[in-house]
């Protein structure tokens, strides 16, 4: 009886799990799913955004502070103020590290179904002469007390 239960459980997971996906894009595939209203989070530290600038309309969220910790709960919980579960997410960091592992936990813990992770980051889409918004200006655009 608990070998039922147990597999019935790892089935349950497994079919879950199999509707979320992680997609890793480039900066046209980047460009396209802004133009179509995805959201774009951008996860790097606020003197990342201060020295490159940012993507247009991105949202300010950061995942790793300056000392390398990640508040999961409290990222997830900002992160669903801008997308539910159900809705297209895209995430970006300065090369593609952190979002790896941003998208696994929006994917695989917080049940968002489709995940896409900008693989090559913000120094791609600065090397390719992309378009990027000072911070200041980008803040200024956001409700007050709050990052967009």
């Excluded at 070998?3 to 980047?30: G, K, P, Q, T, Y």
């Excluded at 970006?92 to 696994?104: E, F, K, M, V, Y």
């Amino acid at each position: 009886m608990i070998r039922m239960m147990a597999c019935a459980f790892s089935s349950l997971l497994l079919a879950s799990s199999a509707h979320a996906e992680v997609f890793d894009i480039d900066n046209a595939e980047l460009a396209r799913l802004m133009a179509a209203g995805v959201p774009v989070i951008d996860i790097r530290t606020a003197g990342e955004w201060q020295q490159s600038g940012v993507v247009a309309g991105s949202k300010l969220i950061t995942y790793v502070d300056e000392q390398g910790r990640v508040d999961a709960p409290a990222w997830l919980a900002k992160v669903q103020g801008v997308a539910k579960p159900d809705q297209p997410v895209i995430v970006i960091c300065r090369s593609g590290n952190r979002t790896r592992a941003a998208s696994q936990l929006l994917s695989q813990q917080a049940g968002y179904q489709r995940v896409y992770n900008v693989k090559d980051g913000m120094r791609s889409w600065v090397q390719e002469g992309r378009p990027l918004t000072p911070l200041a200006s980008s803040l200024a655009q956001c409700p007050a007390g709050s990052r967009c």
